[in-house]
């Protein structure tokens, strides 16, 4: 009847979880680009809230290369700062995990 189930490890391989990570990344990386075509046009814009959502989810390198690519958000300290700071504690947090 569940023949066709999956294990946790196949869900959790080293191949899905990098596909993820890159999928994030450009995610991150695209809503930058989109969120700076809104502000240039005046249209309704993304949320922040979402931009850090984004980050938070392992996009960090994505959004910070949008950021400055599209030199977008560039000028806010929460930016500037927040962005590279969740990507340090994730970075961290998975040497963490992976190590110990």
Do not use: C
């Amino acid at each position: 009847m569940f023949e066709n189930t999956m294990s946790i490890q196949e869900i959790f391989s080293t191949r899905n979880i990098i596909i993820y990570f890159i999928m994030i990344n450009i995610i991150g990386f695209l809503i930058m680009f989109i969120d700076k075509q809104k502000a240039k046009k005046g249209a309704w814009r993304i949320p922040e809230k979402t931009l850090f959502i984004i980050t938070a989810l392992g996009g960090g390198i994505g959004t910070i290369a949008g950021m400055y690519t599209f030199r977008h958000k560039t000028q806010k300290l929460q930016f500037i700062v927040g962005l590279p700071l969740i990507t340090i504690l994730e970075i961290i947090l998975a040497i963490y995990w992976i190590f110990f």
